[in-house]
C-alpha cells in the first residue's frame, strides 16, 4: 500500500516556493539597496511563516483524524517544519526590532532549504514508538530548535559582519549597520540560543531518564550536543574574560553552527537512541 500523503505537505510545498520568493527579494533588496525590496522580502517571509505555522497545526490535526495523534516533533521531517517556523519568527522579530533591512537575505535560505529537504524525506504519519510518547520530548524539542533558530540568525550576522569588515565601502555592505552593531546583535543571538540549548539538553536527559533509565548514555546526538554546547561555551567565555569580539567570535559562531548542523543531520546517519531522526 503506497503511504498517505497528508495534506499539510501540499502546504509545505507552496510555502517552500513562498520562502524562495522572499529570499529573491531580499537579495534583490540587499544587492540594489532596496528598503523597499528588502520590505517586500519581509512581507513574502511573514506570509510564508503564516503558512508554515497553519501547515504545522494543519499536521497535529491530522495526527489525531489518522489515530495516531501527537505534536508533530518527532522526525526528520517535522523537525524541520518546525525549525523553518522558529527560524522565520525570530528573524522578523529582530528585523523589526532593531531595523535590520537586509538580515533575511543570509537566514531565509535556510528557511528555504529546510523545507525544501524536507520534501525529500517521507511526511507519512506514524504512531509514535513508546520512546518518544512523553510530554518531556515536546520541551526537549522545542527548546532545541529554539536555540537552533538562534545560532541561525547569529550565523546571518556573523557572515554579515565578516563582510561589513572585508568590504566596509563595498556597495553590498553600504547598507548594513555598523560592524559594532552586528557583532553586538551576533553576540545577544548566540546567548539566546546557548540558554535554548542548555535547556534543550537538560530536557533531553530527563526525557532519556524516564524512556531508558538513564540521563546520559553518550549517544552520538547526544555527544554532538554537548561538542556544540561547548563551541558558543567558549565563544561567551573568551568574549567576557579574553574580551574577544569581531571577526575572532564571528568565526567561532560558524563553526559552532556547522557543529549544530552535524549534530541535527550527520549523527542521523551513525546509530544510536536517536537514529529514528
Known sequence: MTPSVPPSS??????????FGALVLYWAGWIYASPRLAGAGRVAAVAGLLGNTASFFLRWVESYRMGAGHVPLSNLY????????ICVATLVVIEVRYKLNYLGALVTPLAFFALAYAALQSSEIRP????????WLHAHVFTAFLGYAAFAVALGLAVMYLLKKRSPDGSITSSLPEAGVLDQLMYQSVLLGFLFLTVGIITGAVWANSAWGRYWSWDPKETWSLITWFIYASLIHVRLVKGWAGTRTAVISIVGFAAVLFTWFGVNYLSGLHAYG
Do not use: G, K
Not at 78 to 85: D, H, Q, R, T
Open 128 to 135: 509514535l514508538i513508546p520512546a518518544l510518547q512523553s510530554n
Open 78 to 85: 517535522e523537525s524541520l517544519v518546525i525549525f523553518a517556523i
Open 10 to 19: 501540499t502546504l509545505i510545498t507552496i510555502v517552500t516556493f513562498v520562502y
